[in-house]
C-alpha cells in the first residue's frame, strides 16, 4: 500500500494511468467502437473500391480517412491496440520472467557458475537484434518450405502470407503463427533485467538477514523465492513496465522498412509513405495517412515510459520529492515492528506480543530493517507456539549483540508467560550479560538452574 501510495502522490502517473486505461478499453470494446464486416481482413477494413488507390479524407464512413486500396485508418488503429498490447506484454513478460530468475539464480549460486552465466548473457548482447530477426526469419521461412508450403511476405497489406496444400504438423503450425520478432525481442532483452537482478542478489546475500534466514534452516530455493527476490523485483518492474512501449515501437519500425513483423500500425505508416508528401511539397494534403498513426504509435510509448518512470519514483523514494521508506531495501508492511524513520526521527509502536504489550525501544537504540526481520521471525515463532524456534532467533541477535534492549525486554515479557522453561531464563542471562549487566544475568542463570531441578524433580 505504500508504493501505492507514492505512485499516485504524482499527478504525472494519475495521467499514465488514465492513458493505459484508455488503451485497455479501446483495445477491449474494438468490436463495439469499429464493428468487422465482409470486406474486414484482420485488423484491415475496406471501405472502397479496393482498386482505387489515392487516399481518400476523412468522412462518415472512414472516420480517419483511407489509405491507398481505400483501406479505413481508424478501424485499423482501433484493432490494431489489441495487437500491440497483446504483443509489448508478451515481450514484457517473457524477458521478465526469464531474466529476473536467471540473475537471482546466478547471483544466489556466485563462484564460476555465476560467472559463465554472466558470460553468457553478455554474449546476447553482442549480438545485434536485426541480425537476429533475419536468421530466425530465414529459418521458419527455409522449415516450412522444406515441408511442401509456400512462405513469403507482402509488406504491402497482409504481413506473411503462408500457404500448405496439405494438413501441417502441429509444430509447423506453431512456425507459422509466431512472430520472428517477438521471439527475437524475448531471446535478446532478458539480459539488462538478469544483470540488474544479479547485482542486487549479489550484494543481498552477504547481509545479516539473508544469513539468518540460511542459518534457520532455509533452503536456497526458499531463500531466493522469500528474501531475495522480493527485494530485487522493483527495479525490474520498472524495465519490464517501459520495454512493452519499447517492444511496440520496435515492431512498428521493423515493420515499416520490411524485416519480418507483422504490425498493424507499422503497416498503416509504410501503406502511407509514398502520400506523406503531397503534390508541391505539401506535408498536410494528405495528413491522414501518417499523422493518426504517429500520434497513436508515440502516445502508446509514453504511456508505458510515464508508468515506468512512476514506479521508478516508488520503488526508490529517493529519486522522488517525497519520501516514504525507512531503510535502504524494500520490506513488506507489518514486517518491522520496530524500526526507526531515520528522515522523521521517530519510532513505530510495537505490535502486542501474546496479548503483552512490549515498550518501545529507547530513541538512541538504532534498529535496522535487518535486524527487524529477524526479530519478527522470533515474535511470530512465538505467536505460533514455536519457542524453541523463537530462542534459536533470539540467540542469532544475542550472539551479535543486535538489538540487545529490544531483545530483553521480549525475553522479560516471555519468562512470565512461560517461567518453566529453563532455556528461556539462560537465553534471557546471555542478553543480560551481553549488555554488560553480569548481576541480573547471575540470577537469571539461577533461576534457570532452580526451574531444570524442578521439573526433572516432577
Not at 20 to 25: E, I, K, S
Not at 172 to 181: G, I, K, Q, S
Not at 270 to 285: A, E, H, K, L, T
Request: charge should be positive; aromatic fraction near 12%; charged fraction near 15%.
Amino acid at each position: 500500500m505504500r508504493i501505492i501510495r507514492r505512485f499516485f502522490s504524482y499527478w504525472q502517473n494519475w495521467l499514465g494511468v488514465f492513458l493505459l486505461l484508455a488503451f485497455v478499453f479501446v483495445a477491449l470494446a474494438a468490436p463495439i467502437l469499429s464493428p468487422a464486416d465482409a470486406k474486414t481482413t484482420g485488423t484491415f477494413k475496406t471501405v472502397g473500391r479496393a482498386t482505387d488507390f489515392i487516399p481518400h479524407p476523412p468522412d462518415e464512413k472512414a472516420l480517419l480517412g483511407t489509405l491507398p486500396g481505400q483501406v479505413d485508418v481508424y478501424h485499423t488503429l482501433i484493432w490494431g491496440t489489441r495487437d500491440a498490447m497483446q504483443f509489448g506484454l508478451m515481450v514484457a513478460v517473457g524477458a521478465f520472467l526469464f531474466g529476473v530468475i536467471f540473475g537471482a539464480v546466478s547471483g544466489y549460486a556466485g563462484g564460476m557458475l555465476n560467472g559463465f552465466m554472466m558470460r553468457l548473457s553478455d554474449a546476447f548482447l553482442t549480438f545485434p537484434l536485426i541480425a537476429g530477426v533475419a536468421i530466425l526469419q530465414q529459418l521458419v521461412a527455409i522449415t516450412i518450405e522444406s515441408m511442401g508450403g509456400i512462405f513469403y511476405f507482402n509488406v504491402a497489406r497482409f504481413g506473411r502470407v503462408v500457404y500448405f496444400q496439405f494438413e501441417p504438423p502441429a509444430w509447423v503450425n506453431f512456425l507459422m503463427d509466431v512472430d520472428p520478432l517477438l521471439i527475437c525481442l524475448i531471446i535478446f532483452s532478458w539480459v539488462p533485467y538478469a544483470r540488474l537482478v544479479n547485482t542486487i542478489v549479489m550484494t543481498l546475500k552477504r547481509s545479516e538477514f539473508i544469513q539468518a534466514a540460511q542459518a534457520l534452516g532455509g533452503g536456497p530455493f526458499w531463500v531466493i523465492r522469500r528474501h531475495l527476490l522480493p527485494n530485487s523485483i522493483g527495479p525490474a518492474l520498472v524495465l519490464a513496465a517501459r520495454d512493452v512501449g519499447n517492444a511496440v515501437i520496435l515492431q512498428a519500425t521493423f515493420t515499416f522498412i520490411g524485416m519480418g513483423s507483422v504490425s498493424s500500425w507499422g503497416l498503416l505508416l509504410s501503406m502511407g509513405r509514398d502520400w506523406v508528401i503531397g503534390p508541391g511539397g505539401n506535408v498536410f494534403q494528405y495528413w491522414w495517412v501518417f499523422i493518426p498513426t504517429t500520434l497513436v504509435v508515440m502516445l502508446f510509448g509514453i504511456t508505458w515510459n510515464i508508468i515506468g518512470d512512476g514506479l521508478s519514483d516508488a520503488f526508490h523514494p529517493d529519486s522522488g520529492k517525497r519520501r516514504f521508506v525507512f531503510a535502504d531495501i524494500q520490506v513488506e508492511p507489518g514486517v518491522v515492528d520496530s524500526i526507526q524513520d531515520r528522515r522523521a526521527g521517530q519510532y513505530v509502536q510495537p505490535r502486542h506480543l501474546v496479548g503483552r504489550p512490549i515498550p518501545p525501544p529507547h530513541p538512541e537504540t538504532q534498529i535496522s530493517v535487518r535486524n527487524s526481520i529477524i526479530l519478527q521471525t522470533a515474535r511470530d515463532a512465538v505467536i505460533n507456539k514455536n519457542l524453541p524456534k523463537a530462542l534459536e532467533a533470539y540467540v542469532f541477535l544475542i550472539k551479535r549483540s543486535r538489538l540487545l534492549d529490544v531483545v530483553i525486554k521480549d525475553l522479560t515479557a516471555l519468562v512470565r508467560l512461560f517461567s518453566t522453561e529453563p532455556q528461556l531464563w539462560k537465553t534471557l542471562g546471555d542478553a543480560l550479560a551481553r549488555s554488560g549487566n553480569q548481576d541480573f544475568a547471575n540470577k537469571a542463570y539461577a533461576q534457570a538452574e532452580v526451574v531444570a531441578r524442578k521439573h526433572g524433580q516432577g
